[in-house]
Each structure stands twice: as C-alpha cells, then as structure tokens.
C-alpha cells in the first residue's frame, strides 16, 4: 500500500493534489516517423513530465493498446481524452504519450494507486457503454525509468 500521507519538502502528497500541483504544465512535443508497415505515423508526447518532482507518489506504468480494427469510428485524440478523462476519475493518472504502432494506438500513463487503476479498468471493459476494445499492462516502475531516454530525446 502506498504511503500518501508521507511528505515531501514538508507537503504531503494530498496537499499537492489539493494544490493542483500534482499535474505540470503540459508540453507536447510531436514526433514524426515511417513505420516498418511504410505507413507515416505521428506520436505525441507530453514532455513536460522530464524533470517532475512527484514521480514517487505514482509509482504504476500502464500501457494501454486499442487496435485500429477496434477504434469503432473515433480518432486517436477522442480515444486519448477518454482515456484520461475516465481514468483519472478513478485516482491521478499522468497520460505521458500515444503512440501509433502497427495495427493500433499504445498510450502510456503513470498512476497512484494500482488497485483504482484495475478496478476502474474492469468497470470499464464490462460496461455495455465501452467507447472501445483495449487491453492494457500495469508494472511498477517507481522511477519512471521508462521514459527517461524519450524524456531526454523529444524535450527542448
């Protein structure tokens, strides 16, 4: 279980929710690239996580992939904000970037709390109102060691 009450420079992490500092400015740096299939993809990537100070209090990696088949008439952006809209309802969840790959969108994100992530996710999957199919991993990666090197790379 996670300690949200700890504290850091003497703010708990509740009072920086509170705050609203738990969210950074959003920076988003577009990525241009040819994938393997010779299709022309564009991803997006909120860099303005590279140098966030909270990363401890949302220690959980998901990535969620929803296959182009599956997209049901919406686009990648429709998709995303859902996505984030719902899943924040559920704990913070920091949306870091969507990707397209071949056959579908990935779209990575950091979260608090893996037990809110999981049962929000089932309640969306099994709710007749499901906007679309997808499937999605959760890992601990506390200090967000997977997007270190796309940090670096994409941000000004």
Known sequence: MLNLFKKKNNESWESIKASGKAFPKTK?????????DDEHYTAWINTGYKNYPY????????????DYEDMNGYDIG???????KELN?????????????EGGIEIL???EDLDSINNKLEKL???EDLLVDFGCSLRTD???????DMMEKYSS
């Open 28 to 36: 988003i740096s577009i990525l241009s690239f040819t994938g393997e």
């Open 142 to 148: 506390a200090n967000w060691e997977t997007i270190v």
């Open 55 to 66: 990363k401890e209090y949302c220690p959980v990696l998901g990535l969620l992939n929803v």
């Open 125 to 127: 999957y099994a709710s």
């Open 109 to 111: 994100f950091y979260i």
């Open 89 to 101: 309802k559920a704990c913070v969840c920091h949306l870091i970037s969507r990707v397209p790959v």
């Open 78 to 84: 429709e998709i995303q904000e859902y996505f984030d």
